[in-house]
């Protein structure tokens, strides 16, 4: 089956370490994106990548790192930075980066820093 | 700045009641638009979307949104809800840029 992964599903991290939360898709999609989810606030985009070894920040990048070596791969690094960590994490794709381009989003990952 | 406005954060209705979920959106320029259905603990699930053509367009499970430029609104509508419909809907908006604005969202909850 075809779709996007997110691992794990929660996650427990003390305060001041360093976390990163998986996302792969086996959709053969350019796109993928980050999104972090607080309750009354919707989806606010974390970073993006329209092309493999390339990404750009969105609103809220301050306190988070990507990399995208693998078209299928778009790891997320929550650091020591981020002032306000717990969250729930969520991951896209879409087949370009284009207007249109419709996203799949992964089932996500609930993070609690403790 | 381009922005997507949800005014209703909550909207309770019983069963086979009939529903509307209002979204404006703020642009001068053409949009796609989207609606995207979340249920608890899950990620976010396309329910229908406006790219061109006909301004009405519908989902295969009863939902169907209207295109309006002159208001600038795409509101999310069904005559008879079931319980099942419940969840956060979203609205969001691509505008001429690479990346969706998404509003902050409302939750449908479907009383029997």
């Known amino acids: 089956d075809g779709g996007i992964t997110q691992s794990p599903k929660y996650l427990f991290r003390k305060e001041g370490q360093n976390v990163t939360l998986s996302c792969e898709q086996n959709?053969?999609?350019?796109?993928m994106y980050w999104y972090r989810q607080d309750p009354g606030q919707g989806l606010r985009l974390i970073y993006y990548s329209q092309i493999v070894n390339d990404f750009q920040k969105g609103d809220i990048a301050e306190g988070y790192s990507v990399s995208r070596e693998k078209k299928e791969s778009f790891p997320l690094t929550v650091t020591s930075a981020q002032k306000n960590p717990t969250a729930f994490y969520l991951c896209?794709?879409?087949?370009?980066?284009?207007?249109?381009?419709?996203?799949?989003f992964g089932p996500g990952t609930r993070l609690t820093v403790l | 700045a381009q922005s997507v406005t949800q005014l209703d954060s909550q909207v309770p209705v019983f069963e086979e009641a009939p529903v509307e979920l209002r979204c404006n959106y703020s642009s001068s320029v053409s949009v796609y638009l989207f609606w995207y259905v979340q249920y608890p603990n899950q990620g976010l699930q396309l329910l229908l979307k406006y790219l061109s053509g006909s301004t009405l367009v519908e989902s295969i499970n009863g939902f169907e949104a209207e295109f309006n430029k002159s208001q600038t609104s795409f509101h999310l509508r069904k005559p008879s809800v079931h319980i099942s419909d419940t969840a956060e809907y979203f609205c969001?908006?691509?505008?001429?840029?690479?990346?969706?604005?998404f509003g902050t969202g409302t939750r449908l909850q479907v009383f029997p």
């Open positions: 959709l053969n999609h350019d796109a």
């Open positions: 896209a794709s879409s087949r370009t980066g284009s207007e249109g381009s419709e996203q799949f």
């Open positions: 969001a908006v691509f505008v001429n840029t690479d990346k969706l604005i």
